[in-house]
């Protein structure tokens, strides 16, 4: 767990800093492109938050894939209730959604894997890996419903392991093999995360096509200029919308 | 022009309803027979790559590969992002009009991806066939010169990418490798040559140009009888006029020319060209050498300070404005000695669409009442630069001269028009005549669209501000059934709906 959590931290610090420091020479941006930084900023939010270009281009994928990433963001957000003591007032106010979000990642992962065995455009790109990954990503979803119907998990049980984890005194974690399935999907994934294309996610932040401004005829960006076209609004890396 | 195809035509398919252009099925391998003639020793070593495949080509190959990716973020994030989602799969007008799988933008990337992966991921180090990575091998290499000319960077697929993935980029970095090796493309690296020789990319030598310009003054007093000027290294003018080179004699571009000229003449804006920079594409764009478009570019700076000039304005061309637009003064500026009140540089659509809106020129939309026209949106216009300082003024700006210059004025169905818009099938140094099968199949979209409006409302011509988008249709327009003569320069439609006054 420790060195799952380790290798995603360094793995994905380590690409962000990587891609700051490598240089964008030359505005390769695509047009019409907003000609000051919060409009860059609003193209960028639409991006990552709602999926825009992916919209344009298929409104079904977008749909499977927007369902996926949502019902991830939601259902991480309602695991804080197991990391915080006593557990956040508007954490524990989401927890009844949590059966929906997690359903509508799953439906979008399948939607996904569907999509990938059945368009024969689709079919003929994809790897094995690319299987894998989405098999994984269901697995998630998959063992955290079934453990609520199927078993009796004792869920004050996991709350403590999860602050030993975080108080860097882990406890012995008891509980259904479920569970284990469970958190162990999630280390894989975490682990894949810095070497395979789940680097989109603070790739995205980085995309020179999406995150400079329209001004290349105002300012020449081979100098170090004030209005520092090659910044990325973002960098922060800390991905929200995904 | 009677032109029998040697391959088999793609059909229209359904007519666009919507701007829904038709899907193919994947047929492997359909377009793996076409590839542009390699250049000879020469061309190469003109600009200064190996004159034909070096010993050690696949090592330094993959250090170029690593060298592009540690020196261009763009490269290295679009290299790593890919999910495979699918969403460029059918946006690409090569893969429309030939079904060949390796001509969706995603399989086009991958191409280099795979070797991207395999020596500088630890993935595929380890696992390369379980997350699809390959070494470069000399069938790789063969398929990265079939398939890497066959993308034309128009980057239609970059915009329907969630993560803003070009893969102009990706074609650029590939043909970058493959000159470091000595595998350059014949009609692209003799262009660039020509251009340092010579100074354009039809070699087209000084006093041959100036006895054009001025056949072009006679002709035009002929006709019209106004003495509009085509002046030629004039010191001390306003404008440097900066071209293509087709613009010179080659149908529809010339009569192009002529209209820029007349406006110049009406609004009083004394011009020159200039014969050291007497070529406004930059082919270093389409090899993706950074070093090769400067190059270009600098010649610009040059012949502006040499001739005195207070503004540079381009002519119609779609690559050379994307290059101008936004690589101009990051190439070759400072740009400090020409006058500031006006954007550095500027489009020949910008500077007549202002001159008419201050009322300096009138246009009589009369004139051309025996046209219905069209617009097609030139990929590098529409998607790799602006126009007027205003988002979208790419599109607006020449909408505009158009419908203030015909009465008789009709879009093509969205999402083919604008940042949807197709590109002609001949860009991106793919302008030759072996590449003709590919031109004519890649152009189907356009045709596609081109047929549907031509249906609703019976068009006559096809106005576009490309001078490839304006070769290229010449040559593909009969084989979809259309007229060669079909495709107008907007300049042309604007030169003659203008109304010539005395000047007070």
């Known amino acids: 767990m420790y060195v799952a959590l380790l290798i995603f931290t360094f793995g994905i610090i380590r690409k962000i800093v990587v891609y700051a420091r490598t240089p964008q020479r030359l505005n390769v941006l695509t047009m019409p492109a907003p000609r000051t930084k919060a409009g860059v900023f609003i193209r960028m939010l639409k991006e990552v938050v709602l999926f825009e270009s992916l919209f344009k281009s298929s409104v079904w994928t977008w749909f499977f894939a927007w369902l996926f990433h949502a019902g991830m963001v939601f259902t991480l957000i309602v695991h804080l209730r197991y990391l915080t003591n006593p557990t956040w007032v508007w954490v524990d106010a989401l927890i009844p959604f949590n059966k929906i979000a997690s359903a509508c990642m799953a439906i979008g992962i399948l939607g996904l894997l569907v999509r990938r065995c059945f368009v024969d455009r689709v079919r003929a790109i994809s790897a094995p890996s690319d299987y894998l990954m989405l098999v994984f990503f269901l697995g998630i979803p998959v063992t955290g419903i079934a453990m609520r119907l199927l078993t009796n998990t004792d869920y004050s049980a996991v709350t403590e392991f999860a602050q030993g984890i975080v108080q860097l005194s882990p406890k012995p974690m008891s509980g259904h093999i479920i569970l284990f399935l469970h958190i162990a999907i999630v280390c894989i994934l975490l682990v894949i995360f810095p070497f395979s294309k789940l680097l989109h996610a603070p790739g995205m932040f980085f995309s020179p096509s999406r995150n400079q401004s329209d001004n290349t005829r105002e300012i020449n960006m081979s100098k170090p200029s004030k209005s520092g076209t090659s910044s990325t609004s973002g960098t922060s890396g800390i991905n929200h919308g995904e | ?504």
């Open chain 2, 1 to 504: 022009m009677a032109n029998k195809p040697t391959f088999e035509m793609p059909d229209f398919g359904d007519l666009l309803e919507g701007g829904v252009v038709t899907t193919p099925k994947i047929k492997p391998s359909a377009m793996v027979h076409s590839e542009p003639y390699r250049a000879s020793s020469d061309h190469q070593q003109a600009l200064g790559f190996p004159g034909e495949l070096i010993d050690d080509w696949h090592d330094v190959a993959i250090a170029r590969l690593g060298e592009l990716v540690k020196s261009n973020r763009g490269l290295q994030v679009y290299l790593d992002s890919c999910t495979k989602c699918g969403a460029c799969t059918d946006k690409c007008h090569y893969f429309l009009g030939t079904g060949d799988p390796n001509n969706m933008p995603v399989a086009r990337q991958e191409l280099l991806r795979q070797v991207y992966r395999r020596h500088y991921t630890i993935a595929g180090k380890y696992f390369p066939k379980l997350v699809g990575a390959k070494d470069l091998t000399e069938d790789v290499l063969d398929e990265w010169y079939t398939y890497f000319h066959q993308c034309s960077q128009c980057r239609r697929c970059s915009v329907y990418c969630p993560f803003g993935i070009d893969t102009g980029e990706v074609s650029m970095a590939a043909r970058d490798i493959m000159n470091t090796i000595g595998v350059g493309q014949k009609y692209t690296n003799e262009v660039v040559a020509k251009v340092h020789k010579i100074g354009n990319n039809l070699g087209l030598p000084e006093p041959a140009l100036a006895d054009t310009l001025e056949g072009l003054e006679e002709d035009v007093i002929e006709e019209i009888g106004v003495p509009v000027k085509f002046p030629l290294d004039v010191q001390g003018s306003e404008v440097l006029l900066i071209t293509p080179s087709a613009d010179f004699f080659a149908e529809p571009h010339v009569d192009g020319l002529i209209g820029y000229a007349k406006v110049f003449h009406q609004a009083g804006i004394s011009w020159t060209l200039s014969s050291i920079a007497s070529e406004a594409a930059n082919f270093g764009l389409f090899i993706g050498s950074e070093d090769q478009m400067k190059k270009i570019a600098v010649r610009i700076r040059e012949a502006a300070i040499q001739l005195g000039v207070k503004r540079i304005v381009f002519g119609e061309c779609g690559h050379a404005w994307r290059v101008a637009y936004n690589y101009l003064n990051t190439l070759a500026g400072p740009f400090d000695f020409l006058d500031p009140k006006y954007p550095i540089p500027q489009h020949i659509v910008e500077v007549t669409h202002e001159l008419m809106q201050q009322g300096r020129i009138l246009l009589d939309a009369s004139v051309n009442d025996d046209k219905r026209v069209t617009f097609h949106d030139s990929c590098n216009v529409a998607r790799a630069s602006g126009m007027g300082g205003v988002v979208s003024g790419q599109f607006s700006l020449p909408r505009a001269l158009i419908k203030a210059s015909c009465n008789h004025f009709h879009e093509m169905p969205k999402g083919t028009t604008g940042e949807a818009t197709f590109c002609c099938g001949g860009g991106g140094g793919l302008l030759t005549d072996e590449l003709v099968e590919l031109r004519v199949k890649g152009a189907l979209p356009r045709m596609q669209a081109l047929k549907s409006v031509d249906d609703n409302h019976d068009i006559t011509h096809m106005v576009t501000i490309c001078a490839i988008c304006k070769s290229q249709f010449t040559k593909v327009l009969p084989y979809y059934g259309f007229q060669h003569d079909q495709i107008l320069s907007l300049h042309q439609l604007v030169g003659d709906a203008l109304v010539f006054t005395e000047h007070s």
